[in-house]
């Protein structure tokens, strides 16, 4: 499944660009340091955090897109590092929870 | 050539780093006598006298035990032989300040202060002269582990970015490890080697952020066989390396954690990351990390694909 699949599986709303590439697993996180640690490339990451670290965190692991959770905003910084990084950020208005058992649902394993 | 290396290493070297720290010290108090009895037991040319907390007051040198023989004050106490008006370093002077003031003043040994006036060390020639020693042998340990470095530091395509990092600036983390990483995938590395060097560099600019006084410096270079990356902070130092080594051990905040900071993974995740790790951290001083990444051929992107499938088809991507 491609990130724009799945923000169209979801009803994700999307905050920047969104990519089309494939979804290799996915991850619920909101230590940073976590994500640094554990993450992989092509992952989906799960998160309540909103501030710009996100986008950072995001392009250092390579991952595939990043859904924030639980009708949060992210701030304008993320945004704009996110677009500069080709970091595709997504909104949910579901929580962590939900989110997760969805994407597993829909076989993101 | 050998002349201009040495003069190099002095200019890197901070006081602190010349200066013997197990500094005999005694009290205005104490009878000239004593004093004398010390230096001729510790084979010194001069005492410091401290207070009761730890301020320097005044030195006792070899020529204030000699005017008080003289005078046959020898019973009297220090404090009113004592040289007062003491010529001292400061712990953070670049070495070559502090040479150049024992050089002026033609005395054999100057006491080291802190920021606060606390007598932290002596520096004499001869510590200095040690301090070079060990250095050197660092240098040269680290040629012979890669001895193309002595003679190679500027490959055609090397690389060199260096990065200052704010304390307390919390949302500027990660920024210096997305430029250097973008500066590695437009060089065809690896994905695994960009993310390997992101994450440390990641992990680094994070501790200076979250833990240090002044900030510091992140320095990374690379050659055709390596990456080297230098981590380098004045303070406040590590008190138990082993400690910070550990898994979720952490002295940071709450404000710091709720950012999603200070789970206290950060050091054994930069290990992890790097082909080689090394930390010196002194407390009072800050700390340094080196650290390398091996450049196999694969890891060049020699045969690999650049960059990760499928990022270059982003819509709207980029600048």
């Known amino acids: 499944m491609t990130v724009s699949e799945m923000a169209q599986a979801l009803g994700l709303k999307a905050v920047t660009a969104v990519g089309e590439q494939q979804i290799q697993g996915a991850m619920a996180a909101d230590l940073i340091s976590d994500v640094l640690a554990n993450g992989a490339p092509g992952q989906v990451w799960l998160t309540i955090q909103t501030h710009r670290n996100v986008a950072a965190v995001a392009s250092t692991q390579d991952l595939a897109a990043v859904v924030i959770t639980g009708g949060r905003e992210p701030n304008n910084d993320l945004i704009a590092l996110a677009n500069h990084e080709s970091v595709t950020i997504l909104l949910s208005n579901e929580d962590t929870y939900a989110v997760a058992g969805r994407l597993y649902a829909l076989g993101v394993r | 050539m050998e002349f201009s290396f040495v003069q190099e290493l002095v200019h890197r070297l901070k006081t602190f780093q010349a200066m013997q720290t197990d500094v005999v010290t005694t009290r205005a108090e104490q009878r000239m006598r004593e004093v004398q009895a010390l230096m001729r037991a510790r084979r010194i040319s001069g005492v410091p006298v401290v207070d009761e907390v730890g301020d320097l007051v005044g030195i006792v040198t070899i020529e204030d035990i000699i005017r008080a023989l003289d005078h046959g004050h020898i019973e009297e106490p220090v404090d009113t032989w004592m040289t007062k008006d003491v010529v001292t370093v400061r712990d953070r002077w670049p070495l070559t300040e502090s040479m150049s003031v024992l050089d002026r003043t033609g005395y054999g040994r100057l006491p080291v202060l802190d920021e606060s006036g606390k007598l932290v060390g002596i520096v004499t020639p001869e510590s200095i002269l040690h301090s070079l020693l060990v250095e050197l042998n660092r240098l040269l340990a680290q040629d012979e582990e890669h001895p193309h470095q002595a003679v190679d530091r500027s490959a055609p395509d090397g690389l060199r970015m260096e ?60 050659d055709d066989e390596t990456i080297r990356v230098t981590v380098e902070d004045d303070g406040p130092g590590i008190a138990d390396i082993d400690l910070a080594m550990k898994h979720g051990w952490s002295t940071a905040s709450d404000l710091v954690r709720t950012l999603g900071f200070g789970a206290g993974l950060g050091l054994p995740n930069i290990r992890k990351c790097a082909d080689h790790f090394e930390i010196r951290s002194a407390p009072g001083y800050g700390t340094r990390l080196n650290l390398r990444f091996d450049l196999t051929p694969a890891a060049r992107g020699d045969s690999a694909p650049k960059g990760p499938a499928g990022r270059g088809d982003e819509a709207g991507a980029g600048e």
């Open chain 2, 163 to 222: 990065f200052q990092v704010t304390a307390g600036d919390y949302d500027s983390a990660g920024l210096s490890s997305v430029r250097l990483k973008r500066e590695l995938a437009n060089r065809g590395l690896a994905q695994d080697v960009q993310r390997r060097v992101a994450i440390a560099v990641y992990e680094a600019e994070a501790n200076l952020i979250i833990h240090t006084e002044r900030g510091g410096q992140i320095l990374a270079v690379m």
